[in-house]
C-alpha cells in the first residue's frame, strides 16, 4: 500500500508540514511519502501548455506528467492544507487543476463522463484557525467537504477517505493544540492502514 501525502505551506516549520511529517512517521516504513508542493517549487499557474492538454490539442506538460505518476503509484492521497478564506491553498488548487486533468483523471466523450481514478482514496487532513463552531455555524466546513470531496474527488471517481478538521490551530494552548494534531493523525493513519 502506497501513500502519498500532499502538502501546500510555504513554512517547513508551519503545524501543517508538520503534520505530513507525523503522518508520514506513523505509517509503516516504505508505506508513504511527502510531496511538499511549495519546497518542491510546483507551478500551480494553468498556463497555455495545460489549456492546450485540456483541449486535446498538446501534450502533458512535463511537471504535470511527474506528479500523475506519483499518483499513478498511490493507493491514497492524503491532502494536508491549512484553510485560506475557508478554502485549500492557490497552490494546492492549482495542483489539483493542472494534474486532475481530462484524459488522466476523468475522460469525456460521447459516452458521457469516465472517471479514472477509482483505485484511489483521498484523505483531507484541514488546518484551520478557526473554531469547529463557527465553521459549523456558518458551514464552512460542508462548503469545503462538499466542494473538494463532490466537486473533485466524487467527480474523478476516487473513494472518499477520512476527513479530519484541526481547528483552532493557533491556539495559545499547545497541549490542546497538541491533541488534536494526534487526533487527526491517528484517524488518518487508521483510515489509510484500514
Aim: with cysteine; glycine share 10%; aromatic share 8%.
Amino acid at each position: 500500500m502506497n501513500t502519498l501525502i500532499v502538502t501546500a505551506h510555504p513554512d517547513q516549520t508551519s503545524l501543517t508540514a508538520g503534520i505530513a511529517r507525523q503522518i508520514l512517521e506513523a505509517l509503516r516504513p516504505g508505506e508513504g511519502a511527502v510531496a511538499d508542493l511549495a519546497a518542491e517549487g510546483f507551478d500551480p499557474r494553468f498556463g497555455l501548455a495545460d489549456r492546450a492538454c485540456y483541449r486535446g490539442g498538446g501534450g502533458t506538460p512535463a511537471d504535470v506528467v511527474r506528479e500523475q505518476l506519483r499518483l499513478d503509484a498511490a493507493d491514497h492521497l492524503v491532502l494536508v492544507f491549512p484553510v485560506y478564506w475557508w478554502s485549500m491553498p492557490a497552490l494546492l488548487k492549482g495542483w489539483i487543476d493542472r494534474v486532475f486533468i481530462n484524459g488522466w483523471a476523468f475522460s469525456i466523450d460521447e459516452s458521457g463522463t469516465r472517471r479514472n481514478l477509482g483505485r484511489l482514496t483521498v484523505h483531507l487532513v484541514a488546518v484551520a484557525g478557526d473554531a469547529a463552531g463557527t465553521y459549523e455555524r456558518h458551514g464552512y466546513e460542508q462548503a469545503l467537504r462538499t466542494q473538494i470531496e463532490h466537486g473533485i474527488v466524487d467527480y474523478v471517481g476516487a473513494r472518499r477517505g477520512s476527513v479530519a478538521f484541526v481547528h483552532e490551530s493557533e491556539q495559545d494552548d499547545a497541549n490542546a493544540r497538541q491533541a488534536l494534531v494526534e487526533d487527526a493523525v491517528r484517524e488518518t493513519v487508521r483510515a489509510v492502514q484500514g
